[in-house]
């Protein structure tokens, strides 16, 4: 009898243990649909984009204790947009892409409305500097995927900064110093 009071004793602190990280989620970015955009502002006519196509990072969070993490790497030279601009973004005036070919934004302080993930506080590096940067993420929602049911969060992260900030000082007044960053993106959980 007492054998079995011992071995009920141990699993429920097994399980009291184990229950704080069982909190704790991990969802992987969906590269096919995480896809960083920006818009900058040309001679004060138009919004110029560029798309980036490689991005791969991973959100870890536990909504009940409304703490987590990100962890985002972006592909420089996957970089889409117009082919008239295409070489110069890329040159050393811009992102310069051969030294410096990815960029990261690395959080550690996610921010909640409630239950609703509204934003992080992290650090962005581009071009061998990092800023602080803080996102304000819009549509978060976390549910089971339609097609393969496994559960997935996405949403719209969105950011406005200064190019100059990162030692970006090309063409400024052709092109604006603010940068509007617009990340959609998908996870899945790992």
């Known amino acids: 009898m ?3 009071y011992k071995l009920a004793a141990a699993a429920l602190v097994a399980a009291l243990v184990a229950a704080p990280a069982m909190a704790q989620e991990v969802y ?3 590269a096919k649909h995480t896809a960083p955009m920006f818009e900058v502002t040309h001679i004060g006519f138009s919004q110029q984009r560029g798309l980036f196509g ?5 959100v870890t969070f536990d909504r009940t204790a409304k703490k987590g993490a990100i962890d985002v790497s972006i592909a420089s030279a996957s970089l889409v ?3 008239s601009l295409l ?3 890329k040159s050393d ?7 410096f070919p990815t960029m990261t934004y690395k959080s550690a302080d996610l921010v909640f409305d409630g ?4 934003g992080a506080n992290g650090e962005f590096t581009l071009l061998g500097v990092t800023k602080p940067v803080a996102l304000k993420v819009t549509s978060f929602k976390c549910a ?12 719209e992260a969105t950011a406005t900064l200064k190019r100059t900030d990162f030692g970006m000082k090309a063409a400024l007044g052709a092109a604006s110093d603010e940068i509007r960053i617009v990340i959609p993106f998908e996870a899945a959980k790992e």
Do not use: H, I, W, Y
């Open 144 to 155: 089971p995927n339609p097609f393969n049911k496994r559960p997935m969060c996405g949403g």
């Open 93 to 99: 005036e811009f992102l310069n892409v051969e030294k």
């Open 54 to 58: 490689n991005t791969t990072g991973k």
């Open 87 to 89: 070489n110069l973004v």
């Open 28 to 30: 992987v970015f969906d």
């Open 2 to 4: 007492q054998q079995s």
């Open 115 to 118: 239950d609703n993930l509204v």
């Open 81 to 83: 947009m117009a082919p």
